[in-house]
């Protein structure tokens, strides 16, 4: 499930016209070769988060937003932004049911060459979509139900 949410998370903000138009790249990793600003996933991990009935995962990702310039008030915006897009993330996703988004904390730091740097952390509650059963492969029980047959 961890992998099919950075998937999810990574095409819901690229889908963001507002993001696209202002991020360069937005990358499932940080990217190697690409000018600011850029978005990326800098870590992520997984732990247990099973029920009764079905598997789930407490997921925490760490995304990296990576801006140039001299005015923080512009990185802290475009931080902003990747935060609402990130608390809108619709709960039905392909493989898993997102149960909550939790912003944990941020970190920024200014870095070499103008670059500032901002750290975003979420924790990410998911369970395993139930599948339906397929009403084809249901085994016929109606003959044990029914009782003894008929003697002589």
Same mark, same amino acid.
């Given at each position: 499930?961890?992998?099919?949410?950075?998937?999810?998370?990574?095409?819901?903000?690229?889908?963001?016209?507002?993001?696209?138009?202002?991020?360069?790249?937005?990358?499932?990793?940080?990217?190697?070769?690409?000018?600011?600003?850029?978005?990326?996933?800098?870590?992520?991990?997984?732990?247990?988060?099973?029920?009764?009935?079905?598997?789930?995962? =407490?997921? #925490?990702?760490? +995304?990296?937003?990576?801006?140039?310039?001299? $005015? !923080?008030?512009?990185?802290? @915006?475009?931080?902003? *932004?990747?935060?609402?897009?990130?608390?809108?993330?619709?709960?039905?996703?392909?493989?898993?049911?997102?149960?909550?988004?939790?912003?944990?904390?941020?970190?920024?730091?200014?870095?070499?060459?103008?670059?500032?740097?901002?750290?975003? =952390?979420? #924790?990410?509650? +998911?369970?395993?979509?139930?599948?339906?059963? $397929? !009403?084809?492969?249901?085994? @016929?029980?109606?003959? *044990?139900?029914?009782?003894?047959?008929?003697?002589?």
């Amino acid at each position: 499930m961890e992998s099919a949410l950075r998937t999810a998370l990574i095409g819901w903000l690229r889908d963001d016209p507002f993001l696209a138009a202002r991020i360069n790249t937005i990358e499932e990793e940080s990217p190697v070769q690409a000018s600011a600003p850029w978005l990326g996933i800098a870590a992520s991990a997984a732990a247990d988060w099973s029920c009764k009935d079905r598997r789930g995962r =407490e997921v #925490r990702v760490a +995304l990296e937003l990576l801006d140039r310039g001299d $005015d !923080p008030a512009a990185t802290g @915006d475009l931080a902003w *932004a990747v935060e609402q897009r990130i608390a809108a993330l619709m709960p039905e996703q392909p493989g898993f049911l997102l149960v909550s988004v939790n912003f944990l904390r941020s970190r920024t730091e200014r870095r070499p060459r103008g670059g500032r740097a901002v750290l975003l =952390e979420y #924790r990410f509650l +998911l369970l395993e979509r139930q599948v339906p059963a $397929d !009403p084809h492969n249901v085994p @016929d029980h109606s003959a *044990a139900t029914q009782g003894p047959a008929p003697g002589p």
